[in-house]
């Protein structure tokens, strides 16, 4: 069933609805299957390797082979930063980010329902997905992306896989509010967050996690929030495998924004349980670029219930951040993805993260999805002829 997370009103999972008729809050999808984690045992790596989580039609999924990415161990800069780090590669999905886990179970239900047309807006890494979950399904797409504020690889990927890309003389909360609009109408299916089987799709990530150590949960789980769906939806996730009994203790989530976009750690800060919309918000990490997030109050939750925590960073920390993991670890991220890292050295700096915590740090996108800001970053090539003597000169210097 769909259920009102403020007035539990339920709705049935066939019908298309975005927020609450009664109170006009948001949606989840509630699930809970009754069987042993002993049965994901010798499944493919991937994230319908826990199908019975999920709330589709086995039969009709749209799968690209989404999750089932890299969990790696990062000493080195564990161990500078004093702390047990591992980092979860959301990088390494088929179009480079997250969104593909929810995207494959949006589109599966876009299937199911039998819609023509499917569209979002986005900061970039959502429109890429979708539209190459849409051409995989065969399925119209519309995308609607902030004017000059997309990355290049995400625009080139929208772009690339047929989707209709409009560019938006507006923010980010501006394109959602009349993509949302058209929605409403029966025009296309949304698949922005505030669908909540995208969130189903996403949860995977906290499956993963607690799957990959052992079933058991680490002491804390530091991600970017944008339109704060990713945090809601691990911490839905995980606490599904706690409902299960396959785990036994629960991870403090931890969000990270960046300053001039930052309604979610405002509101930690105060307590509340709302927030307040940020104008114009604005940083270098254009992924998370969002004033106004759906998912904010799902979000919160996530984060008082599990007693996390909510931190922000400036574009200078998220960019160094995004350096010293390319450096130290050789793991390539989008600047967005790098907020998780700045928020663990600023937490762990500030004291609120002990030393010896257990941290996974979520890195959500791809080096390559922001190129340009990746070479603004760095000093230019040396430019060289091609012999011998001028190639020793330089191996001299390094
Ligand atoms: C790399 O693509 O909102 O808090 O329209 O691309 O779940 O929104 C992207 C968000 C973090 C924030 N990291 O996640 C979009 C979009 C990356 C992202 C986030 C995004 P949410």
């Known amino acids: 069933m769909i259920k009102c997370i403020s007035c539990g009103a339920e709705y049935s999972l066939e019908e298309i609805i975005y927020t609450c008729k009664e109170c006009g809050s948001i949606l989840e999808v509630l699930i809970q299957p009754n069987v042993s984690k002993d049965i994901f045992e010798c499944r493919k790596s991937t994230m319908w390797k826990y199908k019975e989580f999920m709330p589709v039609n086995e039969s009709k999924i749209i799968s690209i082979q989404e999750g089932g990415t890299p969990f790696i161990k990062c000493n080195r800069l564990g161990d500078d930063l004093g702390v047990k780090l591992y980092v979860k590669v959301e990088g390494s999905n088929p179009t480079g980010s997250f969104k593909d886990r929810g995207m494959s179970v949006g589109i599966t239900k876009a299937c199911e329902l039998g819609v023509d047309t499917v569209g979002c807006a986005s900061t970039g890494n959502t429109s890429a997905s979708l539209a190459a979950y849409a051409a995989r399904a065969g399925l119209k797409c519309i995308v609607l992306l902030p004017s000059g504020k997309v990355a290049l690889g995400k625009l080139a990927q929208a772009m690339f896989h047929g989707a209709e890309v409009l560019s938006v003389n507006g923010n980010f909360d501006e394109a959602l509010e009349a993509v949302t609009a058209l929605a409403l109408e029966g025009r296309l299916y949304l698949l922005n967050s505030i669908n909540p089987f995208r969130l189903e ?102 984060i008082y219930e599990s007693d996390g925590y909510s931190e922000t960073v400036t574009d200078e920390e998220i960019l160094d951040a995004q350096k010293l993991l390319a450096r130290s670890e050789g793991i390539g991220v989008e600047p967005a993805s790098a907020s998780s890292i700045a928020g663990l050295r600023k937490l762990v700096d500030s004291g609120e993260i002990d030393r010896g915590e257990e941290i996974v740090c979520i890195v959500t996108g791809h080096l390559l999805k922001d190129p340009n800001t990746a070479i603004n970053a760095c000093k230019e090539p040396i430019s060289i002829e091609a012999d011998v003597e001028s190639l020793k000169k330089i191996l001299d210097d390094l």
């Open 201 to 302: 799709g996403q949860k995977s990530i906290g499956f993963e996690i607690v799957d990959d150590l052992g079933w058991r949960s680490p002491d804390r789980i530091i991600l970017p929030v944008g339109n704060a769906g990713n945090i809601s939806a691990i911490w839905k996730g995980i606490r599904e495998f706690h409902q299960a009994s396959f785990i036994e203790d629960l991870p403090r989530m931890t969000g990270i924004q960046a300053v001039g976009a930052c309604p979610i750690t405002n509101a930690f800060r105060k307590g509340a349980q709302e927030i307040v919309p940020v104008e114009n918000p604005e940083t270098v990490a254009t992924a998370i670029r969002i004033g106004a997030p759906v998912s904010a109050l799902k979000a919160l939750r996530a």
